[in-house]
C-alpha cells in the first residue's frame, strides 16, 4: 500500500522544482507580495488627511479649534475656502478628503453659554478615510470643548479639578486592546498573507493530477512508480503540503520581523493549525484536479474556491452578519477556519481550547477530500485512462 510513496514524492518534487516559473510562483511570489502589502501599511495607521476649513465666525475660540486641527497628526489643514459650494470640487479632485464647518453663531452662541455647533464632513468613497477623519475630530472637539468650558469655569473662580469634574460628570476613557493604535499592518496584512500562499498551494495541487493526463506516456511513468492509488495521491499531496507550509511559515516569519507584527501567542500552536489548514487545501485541491477534466478545468475550480475564500472567511466582515444563506456558504471554505484562529493566536494569545473546534473541522475535510481522491483517482483516471495498468494497481 505505501510502495512507491518516495518515488512519486521524489519525481513531483522534481518536476516542481525543476521549472523556474514553479519556485518563483510557489516561494517568491508569497514573499514578494508579503513585502509588497507590508509596505503599503507601513504608516500603520491613518494620517495627514487633507482637511478644508470654512470658518464664518472668525475668533480666538474659533482658531483654538482650527488649531486643536492643525496639531493633529491625523489632519493635514490644506485649504481654507470661502463657502460649501467648493467642498464638492475639491472633493472629487482629492484636494480635500475632509472639511470643518464652523457657523456665523458659534462664537456668539459660546459666549452666551449655549450649545455651539460645528460641522465635520468627510469624503465616504473611501471609508478608512472617512472613518479616520470621523473619530479623530470627535476627539479634537471634545477636547477642545472640554477646554473652553474648564477655563470659563475657572473665570467664575473654580479651581482646576472642580471645573474638570463639572465638565465631565461622567469621564470616559477608550482603550482598543490587543491594537491600541488601530494599526492597519497588524489587521490586515497576515490576512493578505494567508490568502496568497493558500492561492498558490491550491493551484499547484489543482493541476498536480490534471497535468499527467494531457499525455498518456506521463499518465504510465506516474503509475508504474507505485503499486497502489493511495501512494500516488500520498506522494504528490506531500510534495504540496510541504512546500505550502514552508512558503506560508517563512512568508509568516518575515511579517512579524520585518512589519513588527505582535507574535504573543505559541508558535506551536501556529504550526498545529498551519498544519491541518494546510492538509486540508491540499486534500481538496488533489480532489479537484482528478474530479477534472483538464488542467484548464482544474484551474478555473481552484480559482473559483481559492479567490472568494478571504471575503467568506469573516477575516475583514464578521460571518455572523452575512446573510443566512452567505453563512452556510462561509463554512465551506477551508480558509474560514484558519483566518483569524492565525489572527487570534498572533493578536491574543489565544490557547488551544479556542481553536480546537476549527482543528478538528480542518482534519476532518483533510480525511474526507483524501478518501474522495483516490476513488475518484482509481475509478475515474486510471480505469478510464489506463485500463490495462489500473488492474495491475490496488485502490
Not at 477655563?151 to 460628570?169: F, H, I, M, R, S
Not at 475515474?380 to 490495462?388: F, M, S, T
Amino acid at each position: 500500500m505505501f510502495k512507491g510513496i518516495g518515488r512519486v514524492f521524489k519525481r513531483e518534487m522534481k518536476q516542481l522544482l525543476g521549472r523556474k516559473r514553479s519556485i518563483i510562483i510557489f516561494f517568491v511570489i508569497p514573499l514578494f507580495f508579503t513585502i509588497l502589502y507590508g509596505n503599503i501599511y507601513l504608516q500603520k495607521s491613518i494620517k495627514h488627511i487633507n482637511l478644508g476649513v470654512i470658518n464664518h465666525s472668525p475668533s480666538q475660540l474659533s482658531r483654538t479649534l482650527v488649531q486643536g486641527f492643525e496639531k493633529s497628526e491625523a489632519f493635514t489643514v490644506s485649504r481654507y475656502l470661502e463657502d460649501e459650494e467648493e467642498i464638492a470640487p475639491l472633493m472629487a479632485v482629492g484636494e480635500i478628503d475632509a472639511v470643518l464647518i464652523i457657523p456665523k453663531d458659534f462664537t456668539r452662541d459660546i459666549k452666551k453659554g449655549k450649545s455651539a455647533t460645528v460641522f465635520v464632513g468627510a469624503n465616504g468613497t473611501n471609508m478608512t478615510i472617512s472613518n479616520t477623519a470621523m473619530t479623530e475630530a470627535t476627539k479634537i472637539i471634545g477636547t477642545v470643548s472640554a477646554g473652553i468650558t474648564v477655563a470659563k469655569y475657572q473665570a467664575q473662580g473654580l479651581n482646576e479639578t472642580l471645573a474638570y469634574q463639572n465638565v465631565e460628570p461622567i469621564s470616559f476613557r477608550i482603550r482598543p486592546w490587543y491594537n491600541p493604535t488601530n494599526n492597519y499592518s497588524n489587521f490586515l496584512l497576515l490576512g493578505y498573507v494567508m490568502a496568497i500562499v493558500q492561492q498558490v498551494t491550491f493551484y499547484f495541487t489543482a493541476i498536480s493530477i490534471s497535468e499527467e493526463r494531457k499525455r498518456e506516456e506521463r499518465l504510465e511513468e506516474l503509475l508504474r512508480c507505485s503499486d497502489s492509488a493511495f501512494s500516488i495521491i500520498l506522494g504528490k499531496f506531500l510534495v504540496y503540503f510541504f512546500c505550502g507550509v514552508f512558503s506560508w511559515v517563512t512568508a509568516f516569519l518575515l511579517a512579524i520581523n520585518a512589519f513588527h507584527i505582535p507574535m504573543r501567542g505559541s508558535y506551536g500552536l501556529l504550526m498545529l493549525i498551519s498544519l491541518a489548514f494546510f492538509s486540508c487545501i491540499c486534500a481538496l485541491g488533489m480532489f479537484i484536479s482528478v474530479a477534472s477534466k483538464n488542467s484548464l478545468n482544474a484551474t478555473q475550480y481552484s480559482m473559483l474556491m481559492a479567490l472568494p475564500a478571504f471575503l467568506f472567511s469573516g477575516f475583514t466582515w464578521p460571518i455572523e452578519v452575512m446573510p443566512k444563506a452567505l453563512q452556510i456558504l462561509a463554512y465551506i471554505f477551508p480558509l474560514t477556519y484558519f483566518a483569524n484562529n492565525v489572527r487570534d493566536i498572533a493578536l491574543l494569545g489565544v490557547s488551544f481550547q479556542i481553536i480546537q473546534k476549527d482543528l478538528l473541522t480542518l482534519c476532518f475535510g483533510t480525511i474526507l477530500f483524501f478518501l474522495l481522491t483516490i476513488i475518484v483517482f482509481y475509478y475515474r483516471v486510471l480505469k478510464k485512462a489506463c485500463p490495462e495498468l489500473s488492474a495491475e494497481l490496488k485502490a
